[in-house]
């Protein structure tokens, strides 16, 4: 992949064209994110929505039949289900780490090995979740680790 940057001090707005043979998922997955940088996610805390940025969310986590965006400070619930979120999120670094969990996979600390294949993940903000064994191969793929 061959990246350039033109700075014109002329222009109003800032563009960006992406240029290949054929559409394949990696560039699907560029463009996605791209198209994400401005976008916000809608939450809410008891009544007042929130429009919070997707990389601001560490874990999103679905508890009968509501869904909790986990943030470093606050604990957000959204109107949307975990597979509508999961559809947004995991182009942009997210991993469906459960039937009930998608982690940004950018706040993953450290990783290790837990019973009957399963995961124990530690996030930066000190909490630990746990992947199951049917989503552990797919989150170490994703991660680089074995």
Do not use: W
Not at 65 to 73: A, P
């Amino acid at each position: 992949m061959k990246i350039t940057i033109n700075i014109n001090p002329q222009l109003e707005d800032t563009e960006i064209a992406v240029s290949c043979p054929k559409l394949t998922p990696e560039t699907e997955k560029i463009i996605a994110a791209l198209r994400l940088i401005d976008s916000q996610l809608s939450v809410r805390d008891v009544d007042t929505y929130h429009l919070i940025d997707p990389y601001d969310a560490i874990y999103v986590e679905a508890i009968e039949r509501k869904t909790f965006v986990y943030t470093s400070d606050k604990v957000y619930e959204s109107d949307l289900k975990l597979y509508e979120l999961e559809s947004k999120l995991c182009d942009i670094g997210f991993c469906k780490i459960s039937k009930s969990c998608i982690v940004n996979l950018r706040r993953i600390k450290s990783l290790r090995a837990d019973v009957e294949h399963r995961i124990r993940i530690m996030l930066d903000n000190g909490e630990q979740i746990v992947a199951s064994r049917m989503y552990s191969d797919e989150l170490r793929e994703k991660l680089g680790v074995k």
